[in-house]
């Protein structure tokens, strides 16, 4: 439907907000899986290469070659140009390109569109131009009197990077956020994207030849169809599927999501391959050949049956039974786990030559990298969690894993076990994983659920396509962004600085209960970042917005309560002073954005207060 020329029209649902405290005016726009905050600032009173402008039409001229992938970028850019500028589209055909009659326009192409690219005066140029496969060339031109901007990608990939870099760099602004997943409700809570609306669009980056900075940037989260997009926006090219099928019989939806992600380009693996049996075997001895055979064609039936693009073998999984037949005591676990993955392998890579296997590695029980490397291949994706003060467990010596493995993929922790529905902000603890993995081109993969970590989660993100930034500067800027208020980033940086002691696996805040109170100086911190918080709960700019500011005031006063137990920190806030900020809190914040039966911090802090009677 993409192949003729039609207006697309978009009628949102918009949600005005009554928040609005200064000369930006601030509103929701709600879709059906995305929530979009839109800072209205007027007029533009920059200068630069107008790509689109208010209550105007822009042509998008789109590549033959592209198929299904236009329908996606078209959707995204319909709606984003509209919320911005209020700018309409109108798609047009390679074959009714000369028709073009507005005075903006945008070229979809790849580097393999020659007939297109030719018309617009650019094959040569591209010729010229080394386009990866992730890669895409951004170049603002004049196209028969209309400003135009040609997005080629070194394939459907690199232009879908293209386009959502040329939104995110543009006068635009936006940033895509993840959904939150409460009580397990991950269909609930849709997408969250933040942007700047004028009365025109600029481009003001000249012409960019895009490469993200690390060639594997991983998703690992919900398989669902906002996830896939989310990671798509965020020019993320693999997907490690958290709550995979077990079996070949598992519903059609998951098939319908592989094929998704395949649309855009986007490669898909299933989590928690491991010596696991259908089950009408279970009586079977795991140590036996007959359990490995039937083992492995489980795996290369369910490769064949959902077409994924590898596996990846999680053996931090303490849930298996091989461990309880005698046989298993007489090797050690590294030789058990290589008898199955082998195996595995071996069938696996017969139906996909270039199929990923992923093992988890640099455990205290699956570790050092030399006795690994005894036992399985190279080319097996050795995803590490790098020995840190975070993950005590964690004991991989990165030097090691790179002498032995082809490619390495980083395992950092967005949040920490169960404290990851509450925001535990610590870029200063990812920044030097980050930076490692980017010295030596290794894999960033987040692991834990998003939830209110999005400070974490989207500094994973942002660093492995754009480069690592400093702690400080990033909170900064992701505080004013994303709760709307530039005071915000110096809180959120107090934040980091009071839990730095409170926040690793053996000691911390949300799951464990050990007697590791706040100083004096960590109490002084907490409460300066409350004040914040609430002051800015009183002005917020949007009601999404209170809801997330909701979310740290309820965490502090969490915080307070597990850690704030001595004299030294009862001098900073008392018990007294605790119920206050309850009370206080549930008085400004008693309204359930998400309704009250999906309102996790609501329901906390009644918790709380009942803790306090």
Known sequence: MYLRTRLIM?????????????????????????????????????????????????????????????????????????????????????????????????????????????????????????????????????????NGIVLIGGSKRGLLNGVYSFLEKSSMNIHWYPPRIYFNKEEVFPSETFLTKADKLLWNKGEIHWKPVLRDNICHGPFSKKFIDWASRNRMNIFVARNSPEDTTSPKQYKNLVNYAHELDIKVLFLGMT????????????????????????????????????????TASENITLNMDKEYHKKSRIEWESIYLNSYEKAIRKIKKDAMLVMLMGWVYMDPADEIAKYVNKNIISWIVPRTPIIDAAVADIDEYEKYFDRIWYWLYSGVSADGQFPVVKIDYLEKYVLEAI????????????????????????????????????????????????????????????????RNWFNNIHTRDVENNFST????????????????????????????????????????????????SRLIVSQNDMCKMIDESKLIFNDHYFGVENDFFWDELVKLENQQE
């Not at 993969?445 to 400093?470: F, K």
């Not at 970042?529 to 979310?551: E, F, G, H, M």
Request: contains cysteine.
């Open 439 to 502: 010295d030596r081109n290794h894999g960033i993969a987040g692991q834990g659920i998003p939830s209110s970590n999005v400070a974490n989660v989207m500094y994973l993100v942002e660093s492995g396509r754009e480069g690592a930034v400093s702690s400080d500067k990033y909170l900064q800027k992701f505080g004013e962004l994303y709760y709307g208020d530039s005071r915000m980033g110096n809180a959120l940086i107090k934040y980091q600085e009071a839990l730095i002691n409170h």
């Open 275 to 314: 010596h696991r049996l259908p089950n009408n075997f279970k009586n079977i001895s795991h140590a036996s050949d007959s359990a490995l055979e039937i083992s492995t064609k489980l795996y290369s039936d369910m490769f064949k049956e959902y077409n994924i693009d590898g596996m990846a073998w999680h």
């Open 10 to 146: 978009l009628i949102p649902s918009i949600i005005l907000s009554l928040y609005a405290m200064s000369q930006d005016k601030w509103e929701e726009v709600k879709f059906e899986n995305e929530i979009v905050i839109v800072k209205d600032i007027g007029i533009q009173h920059e200068k630069g290469f107008v790509v689109a402008q208010k209550n105007e039409t822009v042509n998008v001229i789109i590549a033959d070659d592209l198929r299904k992938v236009s329908e996606t970028v078209v959707d995204d850019l319909n709606r984003y140009l509209q919320l911005a500028c209020q700018a309409k589209i109108k798609i047009v055909s390679e074959k009714d390109k000369k028709s073009t009659d507005e005075k903006n326009l945008i070229i979809l192409a790849q580097k393999k569109s020659e007939n297109l690219l030719k018309w617009a005066g650019l094959d040569n140029k591209v010729n010229n131009i080394d386009i990866q496969e992730q890669e895409c060339l951004i170049i603002p031109t004049k196209i028969e009197n209309a």
């Open 521 to 568: 100086y960590e109490a002084l911190l907490l409460k300066d970042v409350y004040n914040t918080v609430i002051n800015c709960a009183k002005t917020a700019k949007t009601p999404l917005i209170k809801d997330r500011l909701k979310a740290m005031a309820t965490t502090v006063i969490r915080c307070f309560i597990k850690r704030g137990k001595t004299n030294v």
